[in-house]
Each structure stands twice: as C-alpha cells, then as structure tokens.
C-alpha cells in the first residue's frame, strides 16, 4: 500500500484497514499510531482524522486477534489477549501509591486511575489521548470547534456537556475513579464533583505550558515514557519541516474579528518560538509592541502592514470572512502571490501534542504543498 492510497477513515472496505493493521505497531498507543499513519497512511488525511484511523486499527487488530485472524507473531513479547487488554502499567510495577501536586493541593492515587473523564474538551481529551489514555466521558470547550470534531471523532469517548454546563448526573452514573479538568472549568461546582471521584486540577494560567502539563498528566497514569514521546514527536515534526523549507519564512498569524479589527500573534508566543527553530519567523507591522504577550490589538487601518510572506487567516467564531472586505487586503503581498491558509483559531490554540500536530499540518499545507 503507497502513500497516495485512497482509504478514508469512513470506508467499509476493510481489506485496506486489514493490510495497515499487519503493517502497523502493534501498540494501544493512539498517538503513536497517528504519528505512524503520518508517515505511512494515507496522506490526505488531517490529524485528528489519523486519530480517529488510529481508534480504528486498534479495533480491528483486536477482532483479527479474536478470530484467529492475525498471526502471534505480530503481537511481540506478550500474548494476544494481554496485548489487547492490558495498561501499560499496573500499580504494582508502577510506583503507586503516589502523591501528585496540582493547582489543588495534593492527590494521592493508591492505584492507576482507569475510569477517567474529562471535565474539559479544551486539550485536557488531548493530553489524555495523546500519552494513551482514552477517557470514559468528556465536555468540550464552548466554541472550542477543534475539540469538539475531536470528540466527535472518538467514538469509545462519551460526551457529557460543555465546559461549565456539566451533565453531573450521567458523570456520577459512570462512576469514575479520576477527574480532570482546568480550574475555571470546575468554577463553584468542584466540591460537588469531589463527591463523585478524586478531582485533578490544572491552573487556568499554566494553560499554554503544554510540556509540563502532559508530563503531569502523565504522571498520574505512569506513562512518563508515552509523555515524552509525545512532546519528542512534535519537535521532530518541527525539525522535518525545517529541513524541507528551502530558506527562512516570515509569516503573520491574524485572528479576524466580528469588527474588522484583529489580533495579530506577537513574535514571542508559544507558538512563534515553536516555530522559530524551523526557520519560520512570526512578524508584526514595525511600530507594533512584539513582546510579552500573546497576541497584539491590531486596528484595522493596519491590515495592509502585516510584512508576513504568508498569511494565517484564524477568525473567531463570530468573523468569518470579515477580514477580507477591508480594502487593504488586496494589497498584502501573500494575498497577492495565493500565500494566504484559512484555518481554525481553535486549533491553533490547543496546546497540546495532538493539538500542535494538527497546528503543524496547517504549516505543512501552507508551507510546502
């Protein structure tokens, strides 16, 4: 099978989702899967799109195991229903009990959560899946479209309301044994929840610090390793990027609003200095204050400054085209030349290994289609 294979993630064919399943690691790990089906899948596929494939090999390899179907010698190092079943770590070899410290003190886990939700659909799903851990439940971020087609995607994974609007009946009938969510996504009903299960809390300002977040996540679950990989994977992902880039690149990232002004992304974001190591360089108008934010207010008289030789357009949820019937959009340079990528600002800020991927496959199009 080659890498310009017409298989999508809704076809019933499964003699295509059959020959993958005998190429790929035979591994429980989503992201691992994912970040092997970008390399060796089909190749017109998104990333939350390789997660979903992903859920799929790993259910298809599980029924091949059942019927007999798929050779042992595939499943390396442990039986067939051991590989299917069984986490990656058991709190006997995993040092439990542990005390973790989060944005709420101190939690004691006596043994490795399994009945996990998500209280957040905004990058906490993302942590989770991303170090292999799929969840029971979990609420999506309001307007949060990139989490959400995530969650729609993840089939095994409940949906269980909104960031601050919690089906706390159907959360307790599940009867989790681990909680997780941001600070402001618990507001006044953490101690309600505590009642139902032990509840991790993240700090709302720590949100952006992507790394150390699935590490702690991680740490609940003794998947430090799965973790690493991770973050590892989205570096090297930057480093292939930057080897494909025939010289430096400046671009400007934009978020249109619903009054033609705009947010323009500063050159110390995150995600600039993600970027930078790849030669991509984040650029603001001159005149405009480039540090120690995340974002710069941009009027919209300045549209026709943004020097980026490629255009990110990320409208909020309520500015959809907007930007584009300011009359200085005709004269920006990468409008002129077709250098302009419309994506979702949602997407752009999750911050997390699954939510940078998808961020990287953005640049990817953008840069070196």
């Not at 042992?72 to 069984?86: K, M, P």
């Not at 309001?142 to 706390?168: H, M, P, W, Y």
């Not at 599940?174 to 909680?179: R, V, Y």
């Not at 995150?270 to 934010?293: F, M």
């Amino acid at each position: 099978m080659t890498q310009n294979m017409t298989l999508t993630t809704t076809t019933t064919d499964t003699r295509d989702l059959d020959a993958l399943v005998h190429r790929a690691p035979a591994t429980d790990d989503l992201l691992q899967l994912a970040d092997w089906l970008h390399a060796n899948g089909p190749a017109h596929l998104s990333a939350i799109e390789r997660i979903e494939l992903a859920e799929r090999l790993i259910t298809r390899r599980r029924f091949l195991i059942g019927a007999g179907a798929l050779g042992l010698g595939v499943i390396t190092g442990c039986g067939a229903e051991e590989q299917a079943s069984a986490p990656t770590a058991t709190s006997a070899s995993a040092g439990y009990p542990r005390t973790i410290e989060h944005a709420d003190g101190e939690m004691r886990l006596e043994e490795v959560p399994t009945r996990v939700i998500s209280a957040d659909g905004l990058r906490i799903l993302d942590y989770l899946l991303s170090i292999g851990v799929t969840p029971l439940a979990a609420s999506t971020g309001v307007g949060d479209t990139f989490a959400i087609a995530l969650l729609d995607r993840t089939e095994q994974v409940e949906k269980i309301g909104s960031s601050g609007d919690l089906n706390i009946e159907r959360m307790a009938s599940l009867h989790p044994d681990f909680i997780v969510g941001f600070e402001w996504n618990y507001g006044d009903g953490l101690d309600e929840l505590k009642q139902i299960a032990p509840c991790f809390v993240l700090d709302g300002e720590s949100s952006p610090e992507w790394e150390a977040n699935t590490r702690l996540i991680a740490r609940c679950f003794a998947r430090e390793e799965e973790a690493d990989a991770a973050i590892q994977a989205v570096y090297e992902r930057v480093a292939s990027i930057g080897e494909r880039i025939e010289e430096p690149v400046t671009i400007s990232v934009i978020y249109p609003k619903a009054d033609g002004s705009f947010f323009a992304m500063q050159p110390d974001y995150i995600i600039a200095e993600l970027l930078a190591p790849a030669g991509i360089t984040v650029t603001l108008p001159n005149g405009l204050d480039g540090e120690g934010g995340s974002l710069a207010d941009v009027s919209p008289e300045l549209l026709g400054d943004m020097p980026g030789e490629y255009l990110f357009v990320l409208p909020l949820p309520d500015a959809k085209n907007v930007i584009e019937n300011n009359p200085l959009w005709e004269t920006l340079d990468a409008v002129a030349a077709g250098r302009v990528l419309k994506g979702d600002a949602s997407t752009w800020g999750n911050f997390s290994p699954i939510g940078l991927q998808a961020l990287l496959d953005d640049v990817e199009r953008a840069l070196l289609s």
